[in-house]
C-alpha cells in the first residue's frame, strides 16, 4: 500500500506489480520530469523507511537502514509491454512452485 502511495506523490502510474520474497517486481510509467534513477532511489528510499516504522525489530538486522540491494534492473517496454505484465503477473507464482521444489 505504502508503495502505491508513494508512486501517486511522483504522478507514477503502476501498470502492473508483484511482491515476491525477492524480488519485486514492477512495470511503472515515470513521469518525463524525473529521471529512472530519481525514481528507483525515491521508491526503495521512502519504502525502506516505512517499512522500518512499521517493522522495528528490522532496524537491529539492517541497523544502517540498508533495507534494499544497492542495483536494480530496469528496461524499456516498447511492443513487449503485455509479455513483461504476464510475466510480472505470473512471478508470484513461479516463486511457490521454486520454493516446494527446494523443500523436497
Partial sequence: MGQILLCEHKGIEIIQAQACRDPIHMLISIPP????????????GKSSLMIFDRH???KNKYGNRLFWCEGYYVDTVGRNKKVIEEYIRNQLQEDIASDQMTLK
Avoid: F, H, N, T
Fill in 33 to 44: 520530469k524525473y529521471s529512472v534513477s530519481q525514481i528507483m532511489g525515491y521508491l526503495k
Fill in 56 to 58: 522495528a525489530d528490522l
